[in-house]
Antibody, heavy 119, light 109 residues
Framework: QVQLVQSGAEVKKPGSSVKVSCKAS????????LNWVRQAPGQGLEWMGK????????NYAQKYQGRVTITADKSTSTAYMELTSLRPEDTAVYYC????????????WGQGSQVTVSS | SYVLTQPPSVSVAPGQTARIPCEGN??????VHWYQQKAGQAPVLVVY???VRPSGIPERISGSNSGNTATLTISRVEAGDEADYFC????????????FGTGTKVTVL
């Protein structure tokens, strides 16, 4: 059974950065794909990017290119999502999710991390 | 990019059947996955690869996919089924690898 445990809520100023963590347990961390999905208040789900820890490089939706960096630390089975140049519209719940090897759906989700951007 | 359209809301009486459509161009050529999200909680996968239920998901929940519409069906609706439901596909032809539907709020009357 895979568990994804995320870091807590953050309040940030516009223009600053936030780094959210996601610690995985169960399964083989290096082999599956970890993704980040966000949900603005009252809105739908939006995929931001992914990383395969075994390969190391992140892959991002064009909308977030240049602002988001996804990394993974295999020694601690933890993935990170850093978003820079924050704007009020980045206020959202950020979820880490897993895609199993060979699949294209999200079978495990973290509990979500609230990020609020406000002056 | 590929667009998935869902009705904003569906209302259903307890014991009846709720059908949630997800429309996309030639969606039958893709595998469709569905998530249930209850208020204040993370989404939960309820159907994958059009018709498969993960372990622990009741048989009352089923999926289908044909033409330009995939459908999530909830039979014998219970109060606990009240939630938002999102469809999702993998889009290999775009940088936006994973596309979600707009979401449907199911209200149990």
């Amino acid at each position: 059974q895979v568990q994804l445990v995320q870091s807590g809520a953050e309040v940030k100023k516009p223009g600053s950065s936030v780094k959210v963590s996601c610690k995985a347990s169960g399964g083989t961390f290096s082999s599956y794909t970890l993704n980040w999905v966000r949900q603005a208040p009252g809105q739908g789900l939006e995929w931001m990017g992914k990383i395969v820890p075994l390969l190391g490089a992140g892959n991002y939706a064009q909308k977030y290119q240049g602002r988001v960096t996804i990394t993974a630390d295999k020694s601690t089975s933890t993935a990170y999502m850093e978003l820079t140049s924050l704007r009020p519209e980045d206020t959202a719940v950020y979820y880490c999710t897993r895609v199993a090897n060979g699949a294209n759906y999200f079978d495990y989700w973290g509990q979500g991390s609230q990020v609020t951007v406000s002056s | 990019s590929y667009v998935l359209t869902q009705p904003p809301s569906v209302s259903v009486a307890p014991g009846q059947t709720a059908r949630i459509p997800c429309e996309g161009n030639n969606i039958e050529s893709k595998s469709v996955h569905w998530y249930q999200q209850k208020a204040g909680q993370a989404p939960v996968l309820v159907v994958y690869d059009d018709i498969v239920r993960p372990s622990g998901i009741p048989e009352r929940i089923s999926g289908s996919n044909s033409g330009n519409t995939a459908t999530l069906t909830i039979s014998r609706v219970e109060a606990g089924d009240e939630a938002d439901y999102f469809c999702q596909v993998w889009n290999s032809r775009s940088d936006l690898n994973y596309v979600f539907g707009t979401g449907t709020k199911v209200t149990v009357l």
